[in-house]
């Protein structure tokens, strides 16, 4: 079983990485694992090198070892009811956001929700609006955009994943912003195709961004400041 221990065990993911996804095994793998092994014997700790069944020694055996270190510390904090409670309340928190905005989104999948709740485009994209639209303008209500389309198997999707962490007075003003949001597009669309209008960086050109990137900081000029 493979764990992801973002968000569930705490550590950064993805833009804030680096990431780290341990793999767990029955006993009867165990024999198979990659080398070397830390194992206990007794009170003592040692490293194993050569195991007969072992499918050997694999370049980055200990992935990101700060990051599984602060996962560990994290587990050992909370315990078994922290963790308990923190899924719950992550739970509680993806499916409130989901009842307060199914009448102005389109679901994806009709089954309860988990940790998070997955919206498509399918009740917006009629009047001229994508999902980069509506994230890019949640940007002036001073809110991170959602994960945008992904999963990739829904269309135009936006994936809200609030977590245990937020206040219910936070997932409110978020759920607020949504329904007016949700307005915006059929009243006055231009809104998002222009959003953001409040950051200082606009939209970027995306596509010259990734072929021409820009990997170290530099003083900009005056003539600089509108290039992308």
Sequence with gaps: MHLNLHKTFS???????PG?????????????????????????????????????????????????????????????????????????????IRESLKNHYHLAYETSSLHEVVFSDKNFKDFGIKTYDLAKRLIDYGLHPATVYFP????????IEPTETESKEDIDYFIDVMKRISLEMTENPDLLHDAPVVSYRKRLDEVKAAKHPKLRWYKINDEDENDD
């Design 20 to 96: 780290s996804g341990p793999i767990l095994v029955t006993k009867e793998l165990k024999k198979f694992l990659p080398m070397p092994l830390v194992v206990k014997r007794d009170d003592r700790f040692s490293i194993v090198k050569k195991e007969e069944n072992s499918i050997g020694r694999m370049k980055t055996f200990m992935g990101n070892f700060t990051v599984l270190v602060r996962a560990y510390a994290y587990i050992l904090e909370m315990g078994e009811r922290g963790l308990s409670q923190a899924t719950e309340d992550a739970v509680l928190s993806a499916n409130y």
């Design 11 to 17: 550590t950064p993911h993805g833009g804030g990485g």
């Design 152 to 159: 990739l198997i829904v269309s135009g999707a936006i994936m």
